[in-house]
């Protein structure tokens, strides 16, 4: 595959260096309707790597009664080796028995996940929100105790379902009680895709007043309504450089119609690529892999640039 664009053109008010946490082996296909064969994963996750996605998160270790698509995450990690292990392959917990199968695996780093809001903490996990943060508190601290790496997931940051806008203030609160049990990194989720620009702003804001710098935070944007990127470039702007993506755009919101999943990996890429920051990933390389994985699963791919550099 040959292209000449994007063009570049460098912002000068953007990180020189951005990483991807690229999420689709794990948001992504815990969202397909049907299981993707292990051996396809294993797959899906080494040619990410090799298309040069440093941190690749690869699977979940949640009730296979909850997520099915994941149910194979010990035989996924056994499959893949090395590849699958480390600080740059982080897998996600929901609890003590979760971190249990997570270790056993040998993993290097996990990922837990709270909630904003009070009806998606209830209905994600079983349990208000304080008693969410409960349930962590034993989490964080024995992956920490073990040497890992720890990531906290909010979800709802930018507008829930069930009880709509949602006070940025309480966003924060929600942020800081999973940051105060010593996790490394915050990844903020608009779950939804309902943020827009100038919440992002408020947020990060909001954010730093707490405490949290730009430093250790993570963005995580749906595209349900063509804000991702918008929000990503705000986000940047203010100095965050993780941004979660997944290649292709796997994945999806099943609590808003029409929900066009994930930043697709891609189309960020295009864009970091023609502002002159770095991400190490190549582009042709992630296109190749968007189009295999599409094949794998039956249906074409929503990232714009995927199907604009395909077609070409």
């Not at 294993?42 to 941190?55: C, I, N, Y």
């Not at 864009?271 to 190549?282: F, K, P, Q």
Request: charged share 20%; hydrophobic share 40%.
């Amino acid at each position: 595959m040959s292209r000449a664009l994007p063009q570049t053109e460098p912002m000068t008010d953007l990180p020189s260096r951005v990483t991807i946490y690229e999420v689709g082996a794990r948001d992504g296909l815990q969202n397909e309707k049907g299981v993707v064969p292990t051996e396809v994963k294993a797959q899906f996750v080494r040619r990410l790597v090799a298309a040069g996605l440093e941190t690749v998160e690869t699977t979940s270790f949640v009730s296979p009664k909850w997520v099915p698509q994941l149910a194979d995450a010990t035989e996924l990690l056994a499959e893949l080796g090395e590849v699958g292990r480390g600080p740059l392959r982080p897998v996600l917990v929901p609890n003590e028995r979760g971190l249990d199968r997570a270790l056993e695996a040998g993993v290097g780093a996990v990922a837990i996940f709270g909630s904003a809001t009070e009806t998606f903490a209830q209905k994600n996990l079983g349990r208000s929100r304080e008693e969410s943060v409960e349930m962590f508190k034993p989490v964080v601290k024995r992956a920490q105790d073990s040497g890992l790496w720890v990531r906290a997931y909010v979800s709802m940051c930018f507008g829930d379902p069930w009880e709509g806008p949602v006070p940025v203030g309480q966003v924060a609160d929600a942020c800081a009680e999973l940051m105060d049990l010593g996790c490394d990194q915050l990844s903020i989720g608009d779950t939804i895709g309902t943020g827009t620009a100038g919440h992002v702003e408020a947020l990060l804001a909001e954010l730093g007043k707490r405490g949290i710098g730009v430093d250790r935070v993570g963005v995580h944007f749906h595209d349900t309504y063509g804000q991702a990127l918008a929000n990503t470039l705000t986000a940047l702007r203010a100095g965050v450089s993780v941004v979660d993506a997944s290649t292709g755009g796997l994945g999806g919101c099943p609590y808003a119609k029409s929900a066009t999943g994930n930043l697709a990996t891609e189309d960020l890429v295009w864009m970091l690529d023609g502002a002159g920051v770095e991400t190490g990933v190549d582009l042709d390389a992630l296109v190749e892999t968007s189009v295999w994985m599409a094949q794998q699963l039956g249906k074409p791919s929503p990232s714009r640039v995927v199907k604009a550099l395909a077609g070409a």
